[in-house]
DNA sequence: GCCAACGTTGGC
DNA sequence: GCCAACGTTGGC
């Protein structure tokens, strides 16, 4: 089981807008580090669901329903793929990328060292410790 | 709305 | 293969 956090900027696909649809195809990836991180996805595996811009704070727990298969949505015939994503949870407190930062156990995460990457994974005791601050169990 | 950080592109 | 220029993302 691996964990993961995605980022989506509401303006463009926010989480209510991910529950409102029950699950959504994950495409539009365009950056090789995110990619080879959504071809890693196992089914099952949790993913955080993050707002940039608006909110800056991760709103929910999600699932990977889907492994990946490629990105349909693709033009410029590049290999791109996407994952299918279901809404788990919402959770009790969202957690800021503020919070985020003044957490020691956290500073290492790509979220804090690279801000670009909008695919990454997660150590499970990262994982655990934004769900704890989160007060909400998976 | 600005700009820093990063990834990608393209000329050499 | 290097690196400058450019475009995009995302925090502020």
């Given amino acids: 089981m691996n964990y993961w956090l995605v980022k ?17 195809d994950w495409t539009g990836v365009r950056n090789y580090q995110a990619r080879n991180n959504l071809k890693a996805m196992k089914k099952g595996d949790p993913v955080l669901f993050y707002h940039s811009g608006e909110g800056m704070d991760v709103v929910g727990i999600t699932k990977v329903t889907k492994e990946f298969f490629p990105d349909t949505t693709t033009k410029d015939g590049g290999d791109w793929v996407a994952v299918e994503l279901t809404p788990v949870k919402k959770v009790k407190k969202s957690v800021t990328l503020n919070e985020i930062r003044a957490t020691k156990q956290l500073s290492n995460i790509h ?23 989160a007060e909400t169990k998976l």
């Fill in 8 to 24: 989506s900027d509401p303006d463009t696909y926010g989480w209510e807008h991910l529950v409102k649809e029950k699950k959504t």
């Fill in 111 to 133: 979220l804090v060292r690279n801000a670009r990457l909008s695919v990454m994974p997660l150590q499970k005791e990262e994982f655990d410790t934004i769900l704890e601050m």
